[in-house]
């Protein structure tokens, strides 16, 4: 890609990412807030494009606006009362919050702009097969641990959330 | 403009300010989960951005890899639980959750 279409493209995402991720912060609406975060985890995913991710792009798609948006979306529509969903993502001690992330923002600034890093310009290519052996050669072990605790909190999960209905046979 | 790494630093860095910032004030516990989300993803694309233009290789992906793994696991057990909470209190704003059992 030409370097201006690559700027041109780099402040349409970030700019997509950070606006969705100050509704996020910002809307007084939880349901304003769940959406947003499409446009947020979308963002991300076409800056993953941008540094030559492509697996890391259709990962996050399919997990992130896929998986966890939606369970986000149900959890909102089974908690919320609908009579005052305007205001159901109400904000507390929002100066004390500001003076934090400012310190915490300046903090990062200062250290990402002081040190050196030995960054250099790559091309931009695709990386699942290396990925691919990467997971099954070198990474094998953790990938498998990966695969239990998907499993451990998918059953947790359920049997956290489910009803506790007690039959007859038990009640005895 | 030519786009470098400190300019990936600092959308990753405004966007885990924006999540911090959600954390801290928000009342409803969906919120505050939102943000973790936030935070979570400004993580991985540190990952991903330091593995572009500094490291070299594909392990700021892997490691990008087990984020999103863990990000979904968490999501799922903390929806879970709020749906609970709900059940018992009948309200998710955090300052009204001050006991432990009701």
Same mark, same amino acid.
Request: proline share 3%.
């Given at each position: 890609m030409p370097a201006d279409l690559t700027t041109l493209s780099f402040l349409a995402l970030?700019?997509?990412?950070?606006?969705?991720?100050?509704?996020?912060?910002?809307?007084?609406?939880?349901?304003?807030?769940?959406v947003a975060l499409l446009g947020c985890f979308s963002g991300i995913a076409?800056?993953?494009?941008?540094?030559?991710?492509?697996?890391?792009?259709?990962?996050?798609?399919?997990?992130?606006?896929?998986?966890?948006?939606?369970?986000?979306?149900?959890?909102?529509?089974?908690?919320?009362?609908?009579?005052?969903?305007r205001t159901s993502n109400t904000a507390t001690g929002r100066g004390a919050a500001f003076g934090i992330v400012t310190v915490v923002l300046l903090l990062l600034g200062k250290v990402?702009?002081?040190?050196?890093?030995?960054?250099?310009?790559?091309?931009?290519?695709p990386a699942t097969a290396k990925l691919g052996h990467a997971f099954l050669a070198e990474y094998l072990?953790?990938?498998?641990?990966?695969s239990i605790v998907l499993l451990?909190?998918?059953?947790?999960?359920?049997?956290?959330?489910?009803?506790?209905?007690?039959?007859?046979?038990?009640?005895? | 403009m030519h786009v470098s790494l400190i300019h990936?630093? =600092? #959308?990753?860095?405004?966007?885990?300010?924006? /999540?911090?910032? =959600? #954390?801290?004030?928000?009342?409803?516990?969906? /919120?505050?989960?939102l943000g973790v989300e936030l935070i979570l993803n400004a993580a991985a694309l540190n990952f991903v951005a330091f593995e572009h233009f500094v490291a070299g290789g594909v392990s700021g992906q892997v490691f990008t890899v087990f984020i999103i793994i863990l990000a979904?696991?968490?999501?799922?057990?903390?929806?879970?639980?709020?749906?609970?909470?709900y059940r018992g209190f009948r309200s998710i704003l955090s300052d009204q959750l001050t006991d432990l059992k009701n």
């Open positions: 970030a700019a997509l990412t950070l606006g969705s991720g100050a509704i996020v912060a910002f809307s007084k609406n939880i349901i304003y807030s769940s076409g800056l993953y494009v941008q540094l030559s991710a492509d697996f890391l792009a259709a990962v996050q798609i399919l997990v992130y606006v896929g998986g966890t948006l939606t369970l986000i979306l149900f959890a909102v529509m089974l908690t919320a009362r609908i009579e005052d969903i990402a702009t002081t040190t050196p890093w030995p960054a250099e310009d790559r091309p931009q290519m072990l953790p990938f498998e641990v990966g451990g909190a998918m059953i947790g999960a359920v049997v956290l959330a489910r009803r506790a209905v007690k039959r007859d046979w038990e009640k005895q | 990936y630093l =600092t #959308v990753a860095a405004v966007l885990f300010g924006l /999540g911090l910032f =959600t #954390v801290m004030t928000r009342r409803n516990a969906v /919120g505050i989960l979904a696991s968490e999501a799922a057990i903390a929806l879970a639980i709020v749906l609970q909470v």
